[in-house]
């Protein structure tokens, strides 16, 4: 059974930080990995009026660009590499990280450089009513840039700017100067590694929700640099103008850096299309076989009392057999034991009305076709146990997306199909969340989160999870 459009929109899929994801926090949906960093796949404008309205509802951001000087730095210097993680986003700069992205398997949207964002994020920010604050450049270049933003952006507020040229000492009245500023989004100027370094270390001293590390942004919105035409941009060469109009400055990062960064994108785009899928999906199925194997012989005796329990309570079946949807879209039997009467199916339709949770799928806390052997072994999760030798026949993992229903799959929004990109799982991070509690937007997006960033070590993790969940019976009805 197969369902179409799936690996068109699986390429795409929206991952969430767990953290994120469970906690609600403005993230960002859709990025892709490269270089080991989330990198932000989207639209220009869809993502300065993210960032704006981060400030408008006084979110903390941390917003960083990449470009193939970031990654050349970020592999030597392992402070820049750290504060450039901690970032809330970091968006993708630039025709080399582009071809990397290619290469390696992970395409995205937009090139997301400073020099292009900048003009939308004051557009934004003039509808909102937030003010920025420019820090950075030579004498006079920030408060050039603002006064010729507030010319081309109609009510624009330009809260304040500052040059980069301070010294430690005088850093605590500039930080006073930025927080009493009251601006909703300060751009920092001061070059890499420089500007990352200084947020990482000021963050919890600034009031400003959003912080963007900008680089030489100023000085092309204050006139000192022109841009290179539109032409050569479009073609991705705007590197080479910039190393004409400033040739001694930046030979050394775009003549030598690019051999490096090549050097770089050949080593990422090996690991990416070719040794990650086979480490991470060998150890995958290492891990589901051994502990599958050896959960059954552990719990054969409980499998065998919970058995007969079914068969004496009402004669019928002990096992439930149902055809579920599994990865990218295909059908495989997924086995339960039986926890219902044996004429639930049929009574479905009648019951779907009183569903207790929003969206497609069907849930009722005190569900009348529900036996009472089901009604204990639902409570501890022991109905799931049959779903080890789904594990042990390749058509599960212990962990993983729930599978779906044929019929709840039949009308999912393109943004679901996302949660078919894996195999399905007996676990997953809504199930050790809250379960049935969790809305299905929530599910979705955890599905996503965990496909993205599945692993090893986020396996184990969540296994260990499972327990005090089961034990608990939070959400499982």
Not at 58 to 68: E, G, K, L, P
């Amino acid at each position: 059974m197969k369902y179409a459009a799936i690996q068109s929109d699986l390429q795409f899929a929206a991952p969430l930080s767990f953290e994120q994801a469970v906690d609600g926090m403005l993230a960002w949906p859709n990025t892709v990995t490269l270089f080991g960093l989330p990198l932000v796949s989207g639209a220009k404008t869809e993502v300065a009026q993210h960032i704006v309205k981060a400030a408008a509802q006084r979110q903390n951001m941390v917003v960083n660009f990449v470009n193939a000087h970031c990654i050349n730095t970020m592999r030597s210097d392992a402070a820049y590499a750290a504060a450039l993680r901690a970032s809330d986003l970091i968006l993708p700069d630039g025709s080399g990280v582009r071809i990397a992205a290619k290469l390696a398997d992970q395409p995205y949207h937009d090139n997301l450089n400073g020099t292009d964002l900048f003009p939308e994020i004051c557009q934004e920010a003039a509808l909102a009513g937030q003010s920025i604050f420019l820090l950075g450049g030579g004498s006079d270049v920030a408060d050039t840039a603002g006064r010729n933003m507030r010319k081309s952006v109609p009510g624009l507020s330009v809260a304040g700017c500052a040059d980069g040229y301070f010294s430690a000492a005088q850093e605590a009245a500039l930080i006073d100067l930025i927080n009493t500023s009251g601006a909703g989004i300060l751009l920092i100027g001061l070059g890499v590694p420089k500007q990352e370094l200084w947020i990482a270390r000021n963050r919890h001293r600034i009031t400003v929700p959003v912080i963007m590390g900008v680089g030489g942004l100023f000085d092309y919105y204050a006139g000192r640099i022109p841009r290179a035409p539109a032409p050569i941009r479009a073609i991705g060469c705007e590197w080479i103008w910039r190393l004409a109009m400033e040739p001694r400055r930046l030979a050394n990062r775009y003549i030598a850096g690019n051999a490096v960064f090549l050097k770089h994108i050949l080593a990422e785009s090996w690991y990416q299309t070719k040794a990650k899928p086979f480490l991470s999906n060998g150890t995958k199925r290492a891990l589901d076989i051994a502990v599958a194997s050896l959960a059954i012989a552990l719990l054969l005796p409980i499998i065998v009392a919970v058995a007969v329990a079914i068969k004496l309570e009402d004669r019928g079946p002990v096992l439930f057999r149902q055809f579920r949807i599994g990865e990218n879209g295909r059908s495989f039997p997924m086995y339960k034991f039986r926890s219902m009467y044996t004429d639930a199916e049929k009574r479905r339709a009648a019951l779907l009305k009183d569903s207790e949770r929003e969206g497609i799928c069907f849930k009722m806390r005190n569900d009348p076709r529900i036996t009472k052997t089901g009604k204990f072994i639902r409570r501890f999760s022991i109905d799931e146990l049959p779903q080890l030798f789904n594990v042990l026949l390749g058509h599960m993992s212990l962990v993983g997306p729930r599978p779906a229903l044929g019929s709840e799959v039949s009308v999912y929004s393109k943004t679901a199909y996302r949660r078919l990109g894996g195999k399905p799982g007996i676990t997953c991070i809504w199930q050790v969340s809250g379960r049935a509690e969790i809305p299905f937007q929530r599910q979705l997006a955890m599905d996503v989160a965990y496909l993205q960033r599945k692993g090893l070590a986020t396996d184990v993790w969540l296994l260990a999870r499972t327990i005090p969940a089961v034990l608990t019976g939070r959400g499982a009805y």
